[in-house]
């Protein structure tokens, strides 16, 4: 089992949609969360972070983390095509592994 | 531009050949990590230094890569005798560290291996 596992997609919506990107993550000491976007050919870059329980929004971002069931979320509200990116899940334990853990990423095409 | 900086963005070798990457980080940040990249998958952790000293390696790491920070700034990323699996965007990142583990990525050295 991967230690942090997304759908690779692509998953596409239409401009002006909601977009659900999702995460599961196995080391249940995980206690800080990240996600990332990719355009193509770019280095990742930080778009949210979540730490406890529940929803953190951000614009038109959301993040949303549920640490019982080793499940975090992002929600894109009406996605725009400059939408369209790799996202990235990232989990951070405070045991063991310092650095960051990546899932593989979830491939977003948000359609005109 | 006070980002991460990474050179060269790109580097092509022969197989055997040795290269070397280095990363400037954030002027500020305490934590710079080494990641790799491939087509179609996350980031995968290669090693990470808090100040000069290198605290974590993966197990990926084989003996063929070292990596030194030796002032606590910049880091170099040595890769001996390439291999065509080396193939990859090496990417460098830094953060403050202590309670923020917020990771900032340079533009990445992408590596081809003839």
């Known amino acids: 089992q991967k230690e942090v596992e997304q759908n690779s997609g692509p998953l596409s919506v239409p401009e002006g949609a909601i977009a659900s990107l999702n995460c599961t993550y196995s080391d249940r000491v995980s206690q800080s969360f990240f996600w990332y976007r990719q355009y193509s050919g770019k280095s990742p870059e930080l778009i949210m972070s979540?730490?406890?329980?529940g929803d953190k929004e951000d614009g038109r971002f959301t993040a949303q983390l549920n640490k019982a069931s080793q499940y975090v979320s992002l929600l894109i509200r009406d996605s725009q095509p400059s939408d369209s990116a790799t996202y990235l899940c990232a989990v951070k334990s405070d045991t063991g592994r310092r650095a960051l853990t990546f899932g593989s990423g979830t491939r977003l095409q948000v359609q005109p | 531009d006070t980002g991460v900086s990474q050179n060269p963005r790109h580097k092509i070798t022969k197989r055997g050949q040795n290269v070397t990457f280095r990363c400037d980080p954030i002027s500020e940040h305490n934590r710079l990590y080494w990641y790799r990249q491939t087509l179609g998958q996350g980031p995968e952790f290669l090693t990470y230094?808090?100040?000069?000293?290198?605290?974590?390696k993966s197990r990926l790491l084989s003996d063929r890569f070292s990596a030194e920070r030796p002032k606590g700034s910049f880091s170099t990323l040595e890769i001996q005798r390439t291999e065509q699996g080396d193939s990859a965007m090496y990417l460098c990142?830094?953060?403050?560290?202590?309670?923020?583990?917020?990771?900032?990525f340079g533009s990445g050295t992408q590596l081809s291996v003839l």
């Open positions: 979540i730490y406890s329980n």
């Open positions: 990142a830094s953060s403050p560290g202590q309670t923020n583990e917020k990771l900032f």
């Open positions: 230094f808090q100040n000069e000293a290198q605290l974590e």
